[in-house]
């Protein structure tokens, strides 16, 4: 049976290079399921990505595709936008991407309100070198290069986009596909940015250091962890250790970057050139 | 013709970039290249183009990498601290392919180094600033007219061969002001975006290369379905781990700008006739050293001078045959010497090479020139 | 007929803008005119000096060798700039600004910002003051043509101000080569 989403991938490029029980591929689907339930043509969508693990599904995605350089995903992205806005222009990055070598570029384009549907895979760790502490590996996690358990202290990438003026801000899971699909169909529903923290399991490089069970349990520890955003909401603080709220954890309305350029064309007197 | 005007060098560059066909504008304020970015914002917008500020220069130059994949002709500018920035990504340009075109308006280094005074030091930088193997076209403008015609060239060069392309300013023709007259828009040749020879369906693939060795790759958003990387990539442009193709795209790299190499060296002669010496001088220093030569042969000695407009790829050919001519060459450039050792490879030991260098934030005077060749005229001695 | 000009003062007294429209306005009667400047990186209030050459022929070394007029706004400019002044040369200096000439044989005094202040309101237009009295003490350009170089480059609710600065400089200059 053909399943209606096979369409948005490059036969030819798979199978992916990620690991067995690796939680990129489930996020990359819910992308495409996103799209589809969007009707967004494959002619008219970029996927753009950085560098690590999570960054290698362009590749795989039929669309126009560009595999940025380490942490230059949103600029390269940002670009793309403002030279064409008719294209739906998605990032697909990760923690340390997105987070670290990013950082300030992740900052700036939530600050510009750029029309960009960012999905960050936040796996904690960095996976395509065998496993170094990211910004995101949670405090005390082992990591080859935090080998006695990590003393940095963590970003909160979604609170970290909406203070600096990310219009969308969402979170789930690999374990929650349905509702990971739904969170990224309402980022492309936005115009402006949006940002959606998926969480995934990596078995390989974090889990296995840190005697975290199988990719089943780990994806367990997420349904166990992850509370939706209303029910969070009414949660006393003593019980919100060891979890995380999931849902659209921030939405305004805002210009977008491309659209407040078209006044500054109109001013300017290049309308119609 | 165009009527005579005022111009600034920074100003020229801009407009200069314009004309050729350039519509997008990425970068971040540094001295002493900013007048191109407060230009590139007035004037883009008024012919429905795009000018963004980044927030520093690695992001401008990702900005203007995702513009001209969209199908944009791009150009970003900057100055020492931030050219060093931008290497990562300039890198990234050659690797996929993509055309570009960055301005350095030097300044004295290293580091912050002396923000507002002229320099000739990026001369290795803009060679061989990026990591790995990767060809290079940088061009260095020695009038405000000149850096109209050289932005223009540069935003072809970077089209045609779908390369980055320097813009090796510096701060002496950067700021200068002088009297122009620009040529009319219908004289300017432009290079236009290379378009795919055929469609999805009879098997297009963007990294195949064309007779001169250049791919046609197609803009995002024209249904092809393309990949870029940074990875070494086959003709589909998708990574491969093979030495075979490795070595290839690497070669290819490298030979696209190789077999245009003579076509894209662009020197002048002056007072070379009967010359039994030369100096060799670029950008804003040629102006001085053309005077220094003016005054050598009014005091009689038989001296000339060669000016190279590109920098990148080096005019080797006419070097060697400078050298088969002349008993010296004297290099004056403003910095501790860069350049000259390209020279002194190319001369082989067939002449006498000597170098006249300064690096104190002030250019120089004809005079400093006049007596390195009286020095090279003497045979190396004071 | 080279000449040699260099405009000197303190950042943010406008001697670069004052170079610029003269360089400007000798273009604008088709001779050739390169302008340059240099500064510290200090925006303000450091020593200023914008230079500018005019000739028929092309011009090749950017900068001035040996000025054949030195204007200075402040005793730090003068004493800093007019050191290599042709022997036959001119300086020009602000009389109030500068209360130690420097010992010149044909100096040439005019209380450029004092002018500003009291007959064109604001000590702004100073270097519109200076480029008026530079205009007549050199007979470089026309007083026409300054006129409308300098029209086109200020802001235009300033003009009426500008051309009145140029007129008292022009005037002074007059007063002060008899």
Known sequence: MERSYEKYFRQNRLPHLWCPGCGNGIAMKAIVQAIEKKGLSQDNTVIVSGIGCSSRASGYMDFDTLHTAHGRAIPFATGIKLANPELNVIVITGDGDCTAIGGNHFIHGCRRNIDLTVVLFNNNIYGMTGGQASPMTPLGKKATTAPYGSIDRTFDAARLAEAAGATYVARSTAYHVQHLTDMIVQGLDNQGFSFIEAMVQCPTAYGRKNKMGSAADMMKDMQESAVMKAAWDKLAADKKEHKFPIGVLYKEDGLDYATAYEAVIETAGGKNK | MTEARLMQGNEACAEGAIAAGVSFFGGYPITPSTEIAEGMAKMLPAIGGKFVQMEDEIASMGVVLGASLAGKKALTASSGPGISLKQELIGYAACAEIPVVIVNVQRVGPSTGQPTAPSQGDVMQARWGTHGDHPMIALSPWSVREAYDAAVMAVNYSERFRTPVILLMDEIIGHLREKVVLPEAKDIKIYPRRKPACSRAEGYQPYTPDKDLVPNVANFGEGYHIHVTGLIHDETGFPVGSPKITEEAIDRLHQKIEIARDEITHTEEYFMDDAEYAVIAFGGTARTAYEAVKNARAKGQKVGMVRLMTIWPFADKIVKALAAKVKGILVAELNYGQLVHEVERAVAGKCDVQLCAKYNMEIFEPQEIESGIDKLCAGGKD | ?178
Request: aromatic share 6%; charged share 25%.
């Open chain 3, 1 to 178: 007929m080279r000449k040699q000009l260099r405009l000197s003062g303190s950042g943010g007294q406008g001697v670069i803008t004052a170079a610029i429209i003269f360089a400007e306005a000798a273009v604008k009667e088709g001779k050739e005119a390169v302008q340059s400047q240099s500064y510290g990186p200090e925006a303000r209030g450091g020593a200023s000096k914008s230079e500018v050459i005019i000739d028929d022929a092309p011009i090749y070394h950017p900068h001035v060798q040996q000025p054949d007029l030195v204007l200075a706004l402040t005793q730090k400019a003068a004493e800093k700039y007019y050191g290599d002044l042709h022997e036959d040369g001119i300086l020009v200096l602000d009389e109030d600004l500068v209360p130690e000439p420097p010992k010149f044989k044909n100096t040439i005094r005019i209380p450029i910002t004092k002018l500003a202040v009291e007959q064109v309101g604001k000590s702004l237009f100073a270097n519109i003051v200076a480029l008026g009295a530079l205009v007549r003490i050199t007979g470089l350009v026309d007083f026409e043509t300054i006129k409308s170089s300098v029209a086109k480059r200020v802001p235009p609710h300033t003009v009426e101000k500008n051309m009145q600065a140029l007129q008292v400089g022009w005037d002074a200059a007059g007063k002060a080569v008899k």
